[in-house]
């Protein structure tokens, strides 16, 4: 959704050592990605486990058993590579529409890096193609709707198998068509799959896991692009700025919270109202005073989620593992998404929070009887509504997400004839939590609208931090005379929002803010 910085020209994977940064380079930017030497090694070691089960004939789940239910229905050596392909087939089940090409890229480049781990039992052949396919662009269409979270997010990794094996569809230089004109294209070959490798590519929680770690960096852009707006308020409506004094955050020392009042502070250096003696009120709204206390606190709401998802992205999340330095084969349940299902359901109430206050924020902006200002910021109302609507459709929003924070890790429906009698449903959570930052993305714009509009109407100094980005909306929309067309306006501050502008120049001229 975002806008990310500069691009990384390279990503090498080996289990290990994948970032949030790495991620969005990858599905964002096309940063291209290769197999590190310590990568190839460990997966060549788990294959030879594998291979060695093959030709003794040893019964293992997943190698030469069938799955879930069937878990106790022994598979010949002849019929393996079948068993293999049959379980992409039958998975490849998704519903609704397709997810963004950035979703999918993330998600392969997720199962790919899991995978390199070496405890999967894959061949070499099979990670280097879904490299080879990320980097030449080739991206199988993905259903957004299927997963329950465990075992793993079946449905949506078996479109990514199946196309991996030229079935399905593959969308190419901007075309949806079946995987193997694509592969012929690029040179690239169809994966036949064998003992293990079908199961390994569908048995993890990449799907969640990929969109978690797009929604964590937007999360993180729109907590500094959220100060911003709240600044420019702050401004507008000439709030008291000692309720940022780091003496009364450091008595009560939430890391999040001490990071917010610096971030308001930073941003109102050089305002006329840091240097007054006397003010409008003896303490402000909660809305204005609170800032530190409520930014912050979804701060490290954000920060615990992305230590959740970077442990998750490296983690062996397969079923079962082996351990090739001993040989064992030991089945368990890391494919089970529960770490992350409540994780991102924490990810959404914390966002969802953002917007709740900035909604108010902006009611108080365009209040007359709260703000000191011309109503609805207008200086015509009656014949002009001014900016009156601005808050519906914030408060519209902000209504939603109550709706959308509601917990889907609460909720379970067992699957596979109750053999998977307690799923996560995380996709659902990551889906919602995309929702949620969607949402407050267009109220924080709505924000920074309404409060340039009332800028205009200050006479006093402004700090640095409003300065710079009242002028950058200024340059994209003119203040209002009278009433012209009102989506017009806000999808363009909202285009500049997501072009993360606002916040690079910002931080350019005051520093860091988060």
Not at 71 to 85: F, I, P, T
Request: glycine share 10%; hydrophobic share 45%; aromatic share 4%.
């Amino acid at each position: 959704m975002i806008e990310t910085k500069k691009a990384l020209d390279i990503i090498s994977i080996d289990g290990e050592s994948l970032t949030l940064e790495h991620v969005v380079a990858v599905a964002r930017q096309n940063a291209r990605v290769r197999l590190h030497v310590t990568g190839k090694a460990k997966l060549v070691k788990s294959r030879g486990v594998v291979e060695k089960i093959l030709a003794g004939h040893q019964v293992v789940y997943g190698v030469n058993t069938g799955f879930g239910k069937f878990s106790d229905v022994s598979v010949s050596l002849e019929d393996g590579n079948a068993l293999q392909k049959n379980i992409i087939m039958s998975h490849a089940c998704g519903i609704g529409e397709p997810l963004p090409r950035e979703a999918v890229r993330a998600m392969m480049l997720l199962r790919a890096n899991s995978l390199t781990k070496g405890y999967s039992g894959v061949r070499l052949e099979v990670v280097q193609l879904l490299l080879d396919m990320l980097n030449n662009g080739i991206h199988p269409v993905v259903p957004c709707k299927g997963s329950v979270g465990a075992s793993g997010d079946l449905i949506p990794l078996a479109h990514i198998a199946l196309a991996m094996m030229g079935l399905g569809e593959a969308e190419y230089h901007g075309r949806v068509a079946p995987p193997a004109e694509a592969f012929k294209q690029a040179k690239l070959c169809p994966v036949s799959l064998s003992a293990k490798e079908g199961l390994a590519l569908i048995n993890g929680t990449q799907y969640m896991g990929a969109l978690g770690c797009l929604a964590v960096y937007d999360a993180l852009e729109l907590l500094k692009a959220s100060a911003i707006s709240a600044a420019m308020t702050f401004e507008a409506l000439e709030g008291i700025p000692s309720a940022y004094d780091q003496r009364i955050h450091d008595v009560r020392p939430h890391g999040g919270q001490r990071s917010c009042a610096l971030a308001m502070r930073r941003l109102l250096e050089g305002s006329d109202l840091m240097t007054r003696t006397r003010h409008k009120r003896v303490q402000d709204a909660y809305t204005l005073r609170c800032i530190p206390q409520v930014h912050g606190a979804s701060q490290d709401s954000i920060n615990y989620v992305q230590g959740v998802l970077e442990t998750e992205i490296n983690s062996a999340t397969d079923n079962p593992l082996i351990f090739a330095d001993t040989g064992d084969v030991i089945s368990g349940g890391n494919f089970h998404g529960q770490p992350l299902a409540l994780a991102l359901d924490f990810l959404a109430m914390a966002v969802a929070e953002l917007g709740s206050i900035a909604e108010r924020r902006i009611e108080r902006l365009v209040n007359p009887a709260l703000s000191g200002l011309p109503p609805f910021l207008t200086r015509c109302g009656g014949l002009n509504s001014g900016m009156m609507i601005l808050q519906y459709a914030a408060a519209a929003l902000a209504s939603e997400n109550k709706v959308m924070a509601h917990p889907a890790s609460v909720d379970s429906i067992p699957t596979s004839g109750n053999q998977e009698d307690h799923v996560s449903m995380g996709s659902i959570a990551a889906r919602k939590a995309g929702t949620v930052i969607e949402n407050v993305a267009w109220v924080i714009a709505g924000e920074l609208l309404a409060a340039s509009q009332a800028l205009d109407f200050v006479t006093h100094s402004v700090g640095k931090g409003a300065r710079v980005a009242h002028r950058l909306v200024r340059e994209t929309v003119p203040h209002w005379n009278e009433d012209r067309v009102l989506y017009r306006d806000l999808h363009r501050v909202h285009r500049l929002l997501l072009s993360g502008s606002v916040t690079r120049k910002v931080e350019m001229e005051v520093g860091g803010l988060v």
